[in-house]
């Protein structure tokens, strides 16, 4: 059964940095298209962004030029730099395979916020 464990997630001030962290379990981190997702209440989860096995990249337009994802297959993390923080991204951040097929995390909450 895979498991997925995020953290990293605090409050910040608009304008402000955090790195979040994915701890991937009981797959083949290497084989899958891994992905950041962030869910507000009442909203559908959305996608931030994507990365390859071989590290191709894909964000969306809310967030390009401004958050980083990046692996490390070695140690089965994913990770989220983000950087120039606005309110409009807090929100529960979670990881999953490209498609969110398997059992969400329990997620990390990024507040940003004065």
């Known amino acids: 059964q895979v498991q997925l464990a995020e953290s990293g997630g605090g409050l910040v001030q608009p304008g402000g940095s955090l790195r979040l962290s994915c701890a991937v379990s009981?797959?083949?981190?290497?084989?899958?298209?891994m992905a950041w997702y962030r869910q507000v209440p009442r909203n559908e989860r959305e996608l931030v962004a994507f990365?390859?096995?071989?590290?191709?990249?894909n964000y969306a337009d809310s967030v390009k030029d401004r958050f980083t994802i990046s692996r490390d297959n070695a140690k089965n993390t994913l990770y989220l730099q983000m950087s120039s923080l606005k309110p409009d991204d807090t929100a529960v951040y979670y990881c999953?395979?490209?498609?969110?097929?398997?059992?969400w995390g329990q997620g990390t909450q990024v507040t940003v916020s004065l």
């Open positions: 990365i390859t096995s071989t590290g191709r990249t």
């Open positions: 009981g797959t083949i981190f290497s084989d899958y298209i």
């Open positions: 999953n395979m490209r498609g969110g097929a398997w059992d």
